[in-house]
Each structure stands twice: as C-alpha cells, then as structure tokens.
C-alpha cells in the first residue's frame, strides 16, 4: 500500500464504534417503534370503548323508538277510535233531523217501513197496523193501499208511531226505532273494523 493511502484509513477504534453506534440507532428505531405502536394499541383501544358505547347508545335508541312507535301507535289507534265514536254521533244527529224532516213532509214514510217490517218478520194471519192518533190524520188511507184494512188507530200509542201487530208479536215502526237500527249498525261496522 502505498503511504497516502494509509493515512487516509480511518482508525481501528473508529471503525468498532462504527456497529454500536448502528445498533444503538437500530435500538432507537425499535424503541419508537414500539412507543408508536402502543400508543396506536391505546388509541384503537380507546376507539373500542367507544364503539361499544356508541352501540349501546343506539341499542337504547332503537329500544325507545320502538316504544315511541308503540305510543303513537296507541295515539293513533285512541284518536281514531274516538274520532269514528264522534262521526257515529254526529251520522246519528244528522239521521235524526233528516228522518224528523221527511216524517213531517211526506209521513207516508211510515208506510214504507211497515212493509219492510211485514216482510222481514214471520207475521201470520192476525196482521193489524195500529197508529197513533196523529200519524192516522196525517196519513191518507189511500197510502196505504192493501194494507188499509188492517190499519186501526190506538190513542195509547206516543205520537208518530206505529205498531205491526199479529198476535202477541209487536214490532215497533218510528223514527226512533229506525234510528236505533241504524245506531247499531254504524256500532258493528265500527267494532267490526276495530277489530
């Protein structure tokens, strides 16, 4: 070798502290490393707990939507129900003043209704149509057409009513009576579709 090459070489002690000082570096870097990935450990840890309480917070969320689900559900159900018991009352009103309107300008009506209760009962041969004395005057015997023989005034009977007779069997014809039947059925139509 030649001289000025010699020189140039660094020193025998220079080049041992050469590995420790890599290591040392190497050491460094694990020990960052380390630090680095437990600290990413503890914040994924802590994103955990976290979801685990978002989670329960929306298990709780849904459990009270559902119950506010079953609420407004009852609300509505209430509020429905009350509300066709309402336009029952009022389809009853409004029946009332309209039947009391038709009995009072075309009180033949009666008439009708005598012959649908004829028809829709088993009366034999003792047929008899008794009325009050006040729907007797405002109904023309002519009205009554076949029936007119079997028709019998009865001052017992409260004003505007009629009674098909035969027997012991009685059905009552009047506004009220029709009334009451319709009453029962917007009832069962309501309860039928509660239902």
């Not at 050491?27 to 994103?47: K, Q």
């Not at 009350?82 to 009853?92: D, S």
Request: negative net charge.
């Amino acid at each position: 070798m030649r001289p000025a090459e010699r020189e140039s070489a660094p020193p025998p002690s220079k080049l041992a502290a050469v590995p420790a000082l890599l290591v040392s570096a190497e050491l460094e870097a694990v020990r960052a490393a380390e630090c680095a990935l437990a600290a990413s450990e503890a914040a994924l840890h802590r994103s955990q707990l976290e979801v685990v309480e978002v989670r329960g917070a929306l298990a709780k969320l849904h459990g009270e939507r559902e119950e506010m689900v079953a609420t407004m559900h009852q609300v509505v159900t209430t509020l429905r129900d009350e509300a066709e018991r309402e336009l029952v009352k009022l389809a009853i009103a409004v029946a009332e003043r309209v039947v009391a309107r038709e009995l009072t300008s075309a009180p033949e009506l009666i008439v009708d209704w005598a012959r649908e209760a004829i028809i829709g009962s088993a009366l034999g041969d003792q047929l008899e149509l008794a009325l009050s004395p006040a729907l007797s005057s405002s109904i023309s015997v002519a009205a009554w057409g076949d029936l007119a023989p079997f028709v019998s005034v009865d001052p017992a009977l409260p004003c505007g009513t009629c009674e098909v007779r035969d027997g012991g069997k009685v059905i009552t014809v009047d506004a009220e009576t029709r009334l009451s039947l319709v009453s029962d059925h917007l009832a069962t139509v309501a309860e039928r579709d509660a239902a």
